[in-house]
């Protein structure tokens, strides 16, 4: 029989308190990340699809596509082709697209007839993309081709090196405007398509669209669905991402708001073999100064875990209470970062034949 009062030894029987009153209680135990290495190698897997020769000519001639439509909203280059400069882009990009989303109206037609079926080729006196008599285009849109690209470019890198092309296909139902795009490398053995997406836009609903499908560099696949939604003062994303091969689920919602100061939200989760590693926090960058400030609270099974700071210098990272990071941590942390601002970016440049096109 316990020598301990009667009501104290029933409250050392709950499972809450049992270990403190052995003498031995030290609290509940520090979050930490199950294995900090293949957390950074999963997230850094986001930025693969993005990386190849095809993908990053896409991203820089895409503003150009517009010579297939009526006229469109031709942007900066992608952030993609120029990953450091992400957070300042995001800024200025995203409120353009919150702009063109919540303004244009639906059009009934996404091609005109002089462009459907037709191939575009690059003219190197003119800069600009401009019809041909070449087969191949699809005959419910029109097919660009792809060239080969110098960091930070604007224009193909001469000479004039084809790798790829990109198709564009009027999917159109009675209910929504359907914009089909499939990029396709060619400099392999084999055509290889790297993206194959739809961007949607339901009739009488301007105000945002969706996008689903995949990217891909050959070996990491990311199946994703995202929701785009806006009004003239704000631009929300709500994305998902698998990544079947490693086992990976991602869900971000990032939101912009704001014209000279720009506060960019972000809650971004990937879960793997039990463990979820939670982001939430904003970013805020003022597009006079070109400066950047925030934080973001980082969980881990929904524990706190670390903290990111964002300052001029860069982000910095700290640990929650009883918290000691380590180096493979703060590689994790800095990877959980980058890929949230990238995933963001990402999901901006699959939209964009959309706005060029004045989807």
């Known amino acids: 029989m316990s020598r301990l009062p009667r009501g104290l030894w029933l409250l050392c029987a709950t499972a809450f ?14 979050a930490k990340l199950a294995n900090p290495a293949n957390t950074a190698a999963q997230l850094q897997s986001l930025s693969a699809p993005t990386a190849t020769g095809t993908f990053q000519s896409f991203a820089v001639l895409i503003a150009h ?32 697209l919150r702009e063109a989303f919540a303004s244009q109206p639906i059009a009934a037609a996404i091609f005109p007839d002089s462009a459907r079926g037709k ?14 008599t070449a087969a191949g285009a699809p005959a419910n849109g029109v097919r660009f081709l792809l060239y080969a690209v110098q960091p930070f470019a604007i224009v193909p890198a001469r000479p004039l090196s084809m790798i790829g092309y990109v198709d564009l296909t009027d999917q159109t139902t009675p209910s929504a405007a359907v914009l089909g795009v499939a990029i396709v490398g060619t400099t392999g053995p084999t ?21 689903a499908g995949f990217v891909s560099d050959g070996v990491t696949r990311l199946d994703l669905t995202s929701a785009l939604t806006a009004t003239l003062t704000a631009f929300t994303v709500q994305t998902t991402v698998d990544v079947a091969a490693q086992g990976v689920h ?24 039990g463990e979820t590693v939670r982001a939430n926090g904003t970013v805020t960058v003022d597009t006079a100064t070109r400066t950047v400030g925030g934080s973001i609270a980082v969980t881990v099974n929904g524990q706190p875990f670390a903290t990111i700071t964002v300052g001029p210098a860069g982000p910095s990272y700290s640990g929650a209470s009883g918290v000691q990071l380590t180096p493979a941590d703060q590689t994790a942390l800095r990877s959980l970062f980058t890929a949230s601002i990238n995933l963001f970016a990402t999901v901006f440049l699959l939209t964009e034949p959309a706005l060029v096109l004045n989807l």
């Open 17 to 30: 308190t049992l270990q403190a009153c052995g003498g031995g209680g030290t609290g509940p135990t520090p």
């Open 250 to 273: 991602i869900s971000e919602t990032a939101s912009v708001s704001g014209a000279a100061s720009v506060a960019i939200t972000t809650d971004f989760s990937l879960t793997s073999g």
């Open 191 to 211: 055509p290889m398509t790297y993206a194959n997406y739809t961007i949607s836009r339901l009739v009488g609903q301007s105000a945002g669209a969706s996008v």
């Open 65 to 96: 596509f517009v010579a297939a439509g009526s006229r469109g909203l031709v942007t900066a280059a992608s952030p993609v082709a120029a990953p450091g400069r992400a957070l300042a882009w995001g800024a200025t990009a995203a409120g353009a």
């Open 119 to 132: 191939t575009f080729v690059w003219d190197t006196t003119s800069d600009w993309y401009v019809t041909s």
